[in-house]
């Protein structure tokens, strides 16, 4: 199981704020940057998010991320229908000498 | 335009070998970091494995999952990428994704994944 603890899945209606939090540790969030990934049903990952805040390119200023301690945010902003996909944080692991993913969060617009 | 594409995939018995490969196009695999990540059949993402730019020598990491069983390298010749798979186990079913240039920097490419199936 991944030690990135993100929630199965958030919800909301067309236009509004959705956040998705990344729970890991001192040996992973707690020392180094985060990315986030946008995952649509058979397709591969998608880079939304680097660096903790930085946003890839193309990539709307709808979304945004942010880091504190030994957690992060995705944040989705004026939610859309193109939205709804699944997303994960990923983070090296000092301790496990690895790259770790969260546990991936189902978005879904009403 | 870059491009990354796998092959290799398939069905495979507990216990034998398979080797998976990445084709890189307008993409030099070989001065990049370059990784393997896997998604089992309705799970999320894991990352297996990944080697560092020829230039900086030869470094590679792996996944405490795989180590000791899989076998990460490049051709830089052929600009290619490689994942060797022994001692395979049912549990190591998945699609398996090339990527390059992931995790640090604005962009990154990724491939279309090939279906690794291990059953008897």
């Known amino acids: 199981q991944s030690v990135l603890t993100q929630p199965p899945s958030v919800s909301g209606n067309p236009g509004q704020r959705v956040t998705i939090s990344c729970s890991g540790t001192?040996?992973?969030?707690?020392?180094?940057?985060v990315c986030w990934y946008q995952q649509l049903p058979g397709a591969a990952p998608k880079l939304l998010i680097y660096?903790?805040?930085q946003r890839s390119s193309g990539v709307p200023d709808r979304f945004s991320g942010s880091h504190s301690g030994t957690s992060a945010s995705l944040a989705i902003s004026g939610l859309r229908s193109e939205d709804e996909a699944e997303y994960y944080c990923?983070?090296?692991?000092?301790?496990?000498?690895?790259?770790?993913f969260g546990t991936g969060t189902k978005v879904t617009v009403l | 335009e870059v491009q990354l594409v796998e092959s290799g995939g398939g069905l495979v018995q507990p216990g034998g070998s398979l080797r998976l490969s990445c084709a890189s196009f307008?993409?030099?695999?070989?001065?990049?970091?370059m990784h393997w990540v896997r998604q089992a059949p309705g799970k999320g993402l894991e990352w297996v494995a990944r080697?560092?730019?020829?230039?900086?020598?030869?470094?590679?990491d792996y996944a405490d999952s795989v180590r000791g069983r899989f076998v990460i390298s490049r051709d830089t010749a052929k600009n290619t990428l490689y994942l060797q798979l022994s001692s395979l186990r049912a549990d190591d079913t998945a699609v398996y994704y090339c990527?390059?240039?992931?995790?640090?920097?604005?962009?990154?490419?990724w491939g279309q994944g090939t279906l690794v199936s291990v059953s008897s």
């Open positions: 990527s390059g240039n992931t995790f640090g920097g604005p962009r990154d490419y």
């Open positions: 307008e993409f030099s695999a070989s001065s990049h970091w």
């Open positions: 080697i560092n730019p020829d230039f900086e020598g030869s470094v590679t």
């Open positions: 001192d040996s992973n969030i707690g020392r180094d940057f």
């Open positions: 660096r903790d805040n």
């Open positions: 990923v983070v090296w692991d000092a301790s496990l000498r690895g790259y770790v």
